[in-house]
């Protein structure tokens, strides 16, 4: 099998020759630390230090692509470009009309939305502002990698959206008691620009979409499972619905616990869930849980293993993991989040190499 085989084998709960191996983001201090641990060649100097994460230059790209080929990953994921353009003081503004706080690594901080009464989301169309060149930079990866690993593009949700254009999650929860007719409003607006992202995804080589958007904490979900199935479940199903009907798989996003509204994931037709988080959920109760109705990805440690723990606790950790969640299939490994500047990079190559190596089950624990 190759890469893009391993993964829509996992992701639809089936058991592929080796477990594939994933990763959400890797930002990019640790693109250039992983290049240079493994001898790439760079073509300029690259300080890494003022970038805008998802908004990088064609050299980082290049490193990325190299290591993705090096550690012999089976996937690569680029998030759509929001278009975000920088302002003073270190902020930017992305297309739709949010500023953002800027940093040099992981999500830029949305300060302000566009969104300030109901009144403004009169002819408000997310969708109409979509162009090609949003997807120029996944579309780079994917023609530089290849047709053999597959291409995750990473879209947020709804629910993350919505925050986003009220300027804050705050706002946005209280909505949800003061004015729900908003929240819909907003669900209606975010579902209909996320369709219109996955439609022209396979036009760029997309074969998943990582819906992102965190929908709990560590202890439960920030929205009640009730007001998950009122206002943003429906939604999700015609997201996933429309991802299916062109042929592309979608996991779901969430860190902390969601066990609450983890039978709904299922029930929406979620391909995926990411990341299981392990302070908050056992992956080997889950994997029971789910087991031929939806793919598990990630539960590697990237809060205390990733980056304090050595070598040899990342392989063993690594192995213990397939050990519980790959037989019989539905695994894809990967960090509980993501490969932030914390992590050390040996221990993210020590944790590719240990998938490698204990990824390929024997046959009694197919």
């Not at 999700?236 to 969430?254: M, T």
Request: hydrophobic share 40%; glycine share 8%; aromatic share 8%.
């Amino acid at each position: 099998m190759n890469g893009k085989q391993r993964i829509l084998t996992a992701l639809k709960s089936g058991q592929p020759d080796r477990v594939p191996i994933f990763e959400l983001q890797i930002d990019e201090p640790i693109i250039v630390a992983i290049a240079a641990i493994l001898s790439y060649e760079s073509k300029e100097s690259r300080t890494a230090t003022t970038v805008v994460y998802g908004e990088e230059g064609t050299e980082v790209l290049d490193q990325y692509c190299f290591l993705v080929k090096e550690l012999e990953l089976d996937s690569t994921c680029r998030p759509l470009s929001l278009g975000i353009t920088r302002m003073a003081d270190n902020l930017g503004r992305d297309k739709f009309g949010c500023v953002y706080r800027l940093s040099a690594h992981g999500d830029p901080m949305v300060v302000e939305g566009p969104i300030q009464d109901a009144s403004d989301l009169t002819g408000y169309d997310m969708a109409a502002r979509l162009e090609a060149d949003d997807f120029a930079k996944l579309s780079y990866i994917n023609e530089k990698v290849g047709v053999d690993r597959a291409h995750f593009m990473g879209l947020n949700d709804p629910f993350k959206i919505s925050w986003q254009l009220r300027g804050g999650m705050d706002t946005y929860l209280a909505d949800y008691a003061w004015h729900p007719g908003v929240v819909h409003a907003l669900s209606r607006v975010t579902t209909d620009f996320c369709i219109a992202a996955i439609e022209m995804a396979p036009k760029f080589k997309v074969d998943v979409i990582v819906l992102e958007g965190d929908l709990s904490g560590e202890t439960s979900t920030l929205i009640s499972p009730r007001h998950y199935r009122e206002y943003i479940k429906p939604y999700h199903r015609e997201i996933v619905n429309c991802a299916h009907r062109i042929g592309l798989k979608v996991v779901k996003h969430s860190d902390g616990n969601a066990w609450p509204i983890l039978d709904d994931f299922v029930e929406v037709g979620f391909d995926g869930f990411h990341p299981v988080q392990p302070q908050c959920m056992d992956i080997g109760k889950v994997k029971a849980h789910v087991a031929g109705r939806l793919c598990l990805v990630g539960n590697i440690d990237c809060r205390h293993l990733l980056p304090f723990g050595t070598v040899e606790q990342v392989e063993q950790t690594v192995k213990q993991t397939i050990e519980t969640a790959a037989p019989g299939g539905g695994y894809i490994i990967s960090s509980s989040n993501s490969i932030h500047p914390g992590c050390q990079p040996e221990n993210y190559i020590a944790m590719v190499k240990a998938a490698h190596k204990y990824g390929r089950l024997e046959s009694s624990q197919l």
